[in-house]
């Protein structure tokens, strides 16, 4: 069944936006073995036009609408964006020869089945918004920049052991990995109100990194008895399913139907793969996928919680009903063991927030966090666990590779062989779960963030102390409101006392007092006030009234926090944009836009698609894969990507990814192996950012200066003569959304 345009959509999208998680494999040593490779490139550069391919919309032509709906609504505004990588994945098989196998106290003869994975993927991100807009009230001068880059590769190399009858004994994987993230944002110009009079200057920078790395990790698999899943999978027939699933089901709850063998006999249906069974006294008829005798009972124990199976013929003579297990086991696996080396970092870093003004101390949210670790270590005596599956479809199709065609089937399933891609997840896992002592990234960033939250907090805003004859808390968590709670005993019950208490801050000024009489056993909360921050302490005595003496004294401190109380110049400025033209602008902004866009309308080229995985039936390993698409118009089917296909043209209408395979994807795989820094994956000669550096300099220097205004008009004039070299179909669409908004707030307004 074919799928609804919308799940080719988010095809579309894996293909475009995920692609940076599949880059391109490891080229194999001999010349003379035979390799079946394939994968894909993509060039980050050329989003932009693939994404106008796909929707019909001219991106450039949308950015200066916007730019120039802004400029007649008033507001100066230019974006620049550049992006630059590329992504690439190849999966290479074949056979390596043969080996004797240590198995079960004995060897055998098998040959090594091997998969290479390589994934390379690296890019770049620089974004600038320079903007500015003013009135007789308020005003704003600023230019917002971002750059993110990052890479993610993977290499994995996977040995698959089966002997002459297809039989699958287990498998070793060797893999590494490198994620790496950076991310930068500055905020400079100024806002402003009074006609200028009113200025507040910006300059917020914040930087943060993310690295994590498994250096090496390899493990290994072994069969309790050898899988003969590559045997059903030859059996497999178009239009059929097949599960695989290594490791013994978790069995929760069992409804298991008791029938006394005095009355009842179940027989085996083959026909119908299920068992009769026949109560002859009532001459009546049961049917249940599985059953087990117990003879010492005389009683049938039957279910449906197993489903139904062949495989069920013999269960008569099973035992998971006593043994509370479930016969759906199928492979099982030896304890399994592994080692593993990673690396991991961190870094954050906020500086320039406008502390001053939003009521906290200068230089207060000047903070950073930085942290790094190193993890070696191993596992052993692990259960492993894999569930797979396939969906194929009926038909065929002949794709070519190298000039020889090769029939092939669609199917639903993992590129990857399956044994290869529960082991890729389950090697990771040990691998970033680490030793039981070594710091995670989660643990990490958690810790980073506890460090900064305490470079920002002054001090605990409670305290408590006990005595001989009395208990104090403390608790100024709000300044208006500080709880003050006191508990005493052991006192003269004859005698009068009294509770004296004194609030002072931290320069020794009194802030507020309390008392009042208290007996033996006796409780009471006060609640206190405060018009200072920062260090508070309570003095609290207990006299003896009666005799003129002090009983017990204590004092306690506790920090008041400071509450955001903006200042003056920051209300100034809110009540300048309150009072200003700036809903009646970004109206007529909106309006504008509105206007602009009414000439364009979205033209995707197809109307339905799906992506599928290319299966060789004849020698039962995945071969490619495939997306193809239609539109209602055409009622024909295209390869969008993949291979050459005898049933599906070349699709009009293009993306720039690059499918490889054979030969083509072999020579790409040697090409690109050593690749794995981001100077070796990111072409910063082709990263032109010259333009977005530029622009965002002058704005600067013209703060600097006292000279805003004028760099908005040289740059706009610039843009025309196409000063972008990109411009994110996400920022573009957000650009839409928000003008769209304010035209719709006005429309219900109206």
């Not at 009521?359 to 797979?388: H, I, L, N």
């Not at 000024?509 to 006796?522: E, G, I, L, M, W």
């Not at 083509?664 to 994956?681: G, K, P, V």
């Amino acid at each position: 069944m074919r799928k609804s345009f919308s799940r080719t959509t988010a095809v579309l999208l894996a293909a475009l936006l995920c692609a940076s998680l599949l880059p391109q494999s490891v080229a194999a040593d001999e010349t003379t073995t035979d390799h079946f490779a394939f994968g894909m490139e993509y060039d980050w550069s050329n989003m932009n036009a693939d994404f106008e391919s796909m929707t019909g919309l001219p991106m450039d032509d949308i950015l200066a609408d916007i730019m120039q709906s802004a400029d007649d609504a008033g507001i100066d505004l230019l974006l620049l964006e550049e992006i630059t990588g590329t992504s690439s994945m190849v999966i290479d098989q074949y056979e390596d020869g043969t080996t004797m196998l240590d198995y079960d106290g004995s060897t055998v003869e098998v040959t090594k089945h091997v998969t290479e994975l390589t994934v390379r993927h690296g890019d770049i991100m620089d974004m600038a918004m320079i903007t500015e807009w003013s009135d007789a009230r308020a005003g704003w001068d600023l230019t917002i920049s971002t750059s993110m880059q990052g890479i993610f590769n993977v290499d994995a190399f996977y040995i698959e052991y089966r002997d002459s009858s297809g039989l699958l004994y287990g498998h070793d994987l060797e893999m590494s990995m490198e994620a790496d993230q950076s991310f930068e944002f500055d905020l400079q110009g100024s806002l402003e109100a009074d006609d200028g009079d009113s200025v507040m200057p910006l300059n917020i920078h914040m930087e943060m990194g993310v690295d994590y790395a498994v250096t090496n990790a390899e493990s290994s698999i072994l069969y309790t008895q050898p899988s003969d899943i590559y045997q059903q999978l030859s059996a497999l027939e178009g239009g059929e399913d097949l599960g695989w699933e290594v490791g013994e089901d978790d069995v929760d709850f069992i409804y298991w139907d008791e029938l006394d063998g005095s009355e009842w006999s179940c027989t085996w249906n083959s026909g119908d793969e299920e068992y009769e069974c026949y109560h002859a006294q009532y001459d009546y008829y049961i049917y249940m996928p599985y059953c087990e005798y117990y003879s010492g009972f005389d009683a049938y124990f039957c279910t449906y919680d197993f489903g139904h199976d062949s495989a069920w013929e013999d269960s008569l003579g099973w035992t998971h009903y006593f043994d509370n297990t479930s016969p759906n086991t199928g492979d099982m696996a030896e304890p399994h063991g592994g080692d593993f080396s990673t690396t991991t970092g961190f870094d954050f870093e906020l500086t320039g927030l406008p502390a001053e003004e939003l009521g906290f101390p200068q230089g207060k949210w000047d903070v950073s966090a930085t942290d790094s670790t190193t993890d070696t270590g191993s596992f052993s005596g692990e259960e492993y666990r894999c569930e797979m599956g396939i969906e194929l479809f009926e038909g065929t199709q002949m794709i070519t590779t190298d000039g020889e065609q090769i029939e092939v089937m669609q199917a639903y399933t993992s590129p990857l062989p399956w044994g290869m891609t529960c082991h890729i997840a389950n090697l990771f896992l040990h691998a970033f779960e680490g030793t039981p002592d070594a710091p995670t990234l989660a643990d990490m960033l958690e810790d980073s963030t506890e460090e900064i939250a305490e470079s920002l907090d002054s001090g605990d805003d409670y305290a408590s102390e006990y005595g001989d004859n009395m208990y104090v808390e403390l608790e100024t968590s709000n300044s208006d409101e500080i709880r003050v709670y006191v508990e005493a005993w052991g006192l003269d019950s004859n005698n009068q006392y009294e509770l004296d208490l004194i609030l002072e801050d931290s320069d020794g000024n009194t802030k507020d007092v309390d008392s009042a009489p208290f007996y033996n056993y006796d409780s009471a909360s006060f609640y206190m006030q405060t018009d200072e921050w920062g260090e508070h302490c309570l003095d609290a005595r207990l006299k003896d009234v009666t005799n003129g003496n002090t009983v017990e004294q204590m004092t306690l401190c506790a920090n008041v926090p400071q509450e955001m109380e903006p200042s003056d110049l920051l209300v100034s400025i809110a009540e300048g944009f309150g009072e200003s033209t700036l809903d009646n602008v970004m109206e007529n902004f909106g309006e504008n836009l509105e206007y602009r866009m009414e000439d364009y309308e979205a033209d995707v080229p197809y109307d339905d698609g799906d992506m599928f995985i290319l299966w060789d039936s004849t020698n039962n390993m995945v071969v490619g894969f495939q997306m193809v698409v239609t539109s209602d118009d055409s009622n024909m089917w295209y390869t969008l990507i993949g291979p050459e296909s005898d049933s599906y043209g070349t699709a009009p209408s293009q993306i720039s990814v690059t499918y490889f395979s054979g030969q083509q994807a072999i020579a790409q795989e040697a090409e690109i192996e050593d690749d794995s820094t981001f100077e070796d994956l990111v072409d910063l000669t082709q990263h032109n950012d010259d333009i977005i550096d530029d622009a965002v300099e002058e704005a600067i220097a013209d703060y600097n200066d006292g000279e805003s205004g004028e760099s908005g008009e040289e740059t706009e004039d610039d843009t025309e003569g196409g000063l972008l070299p990109f411009i994110s179909p996400v920022l573009t669409m957000a650009m839409i959304a928000v003008a769209g908004l304010v035209a719709s707030l006005k429309s219900r307004k109206d």
